[in-house]
C-alpha cells in the first residue's frame, strides 16, 4: 500500500512539473500589452496587424479647381479613397507648397512651431495626433526649408470627413528642390493617433 501512495505521489510530482514546464514555454517574459500598430518600439512602416489604418491614393499630374480658379499639372493625396484631393502640391519648383480645404478644426498639416503655415517634416515614428501642431489656414509652404529637407520625409496630417476628425501621414520625396508624393496612409478610427509610416 505504502509503494503505490509513494508512486502516485511521484506521479503526481511528475505530472505537476510537466504542466508548470509548459506554462513556462507558452507565458511570454514581457506581459506587456500595447495596441498594435502604435508601439514606439516597433517599425511603423512594417508593424502587422493594425486594421484600422489605410492606404489612400496619390494621384500625380492631375487638375483641380479651387474657389474658380484650376490648377493643373498638381499631385496630391487622396487619403480616403472617394476622387477628392485632401492636400495638394502645387506653385513651381522655386515656390512649392501644400494647399487645402481649410476650416476651423478641419484639413491641417503639422507645423513648424513659431512659424506660421511652414511644413514641418517628420521622421520616420513621428507621433501624428491630437497634441500636434496644426496651424495653418488652407496652405503651407515649404519657405525657406526647401534646400534643407531631406531626400524622405513625412507629412502629419489632420483629415476631417463627415464631422470626424482622422489623423494620417504622407511621405514626400524631395530631389534637387523638385518634391513629389510617396505613399500615404490615414487611421479610420476617429481621433485616434497614428505614427509616421504605420501602415
Not at 154 to 167: A, L, N, P, Q, W
Request: glycine letters at 12%; hydrophobic letters at 30%.
Amino acid at each position: 500500500m505504502k509503494i503505490i501512495s509513494r508512486l502516485l505521489v511521484a506521479a503526481m510530482l511528475v505530472f505537476a512539473m510537466a504542466a508548470c514546464g509548459d506554462k513556462e514555454d507558452d507565458t511570454p517574459t514581457n506581459t506587456t500589452t500595447t495596441n498594435p500598430g502604435t508601439n514606439p518600439g516597433t517599425n511603423p512602416g512594417t508593424d502587422p496587424g493594425n486594421s484600422s489604418i489605410k492606404m489612400g491614393s496619390i494621384i500625380s499630374n492631375g487638375s483641380i479647381t479651387i474657389a474658380g480658379y484650376t490648377f493643373t499639372n498638381v499631385s496630391g493625396v487622396d487619403f480616403d479613397n472617394d476622387g477628392v484631393l485632401e492636400f495638394r502640391i502645387a506653385g513651381d519648383d522655386q515656390y512649392p507648397y501644400i494647399d487645402y480645404n481649410w476650416t476651423e478644426g478641419g484639413n491641417n498639416i503639422v507645423n513648424i512651431e513659431d512659424q506660421w503655415d511652414v511644413i514641418l517634416p517628420l521622421g520616420n515614428g513621428a507621433s501624428i495626433g491630437e497634441s500636434s501642431r496644426f496651424e495653418g489656414q488652407g496652405d503651407a509652404s515649404f519657405g525657406y526649408i526647401l534646400d534643407t529637407l531631406p531626400q524622405s520625409f513625412y507629412i502629419g496630417c489632420r483629415i476631417k470627413k463627415d464631422s470626424t476628425v482622422h489623423y494620417g501621414w504622407v511621405n514626400v520625396h524631395s530631389s534637387s528642390g523638385q518634391l513629389s508624393w510617396g505613399e500615404c496612409a490615414y487611421n479610420t478610427t476617429p481621433n485616434a493617433e497614428i505614427r509616421a509610416g504605420q501602415k
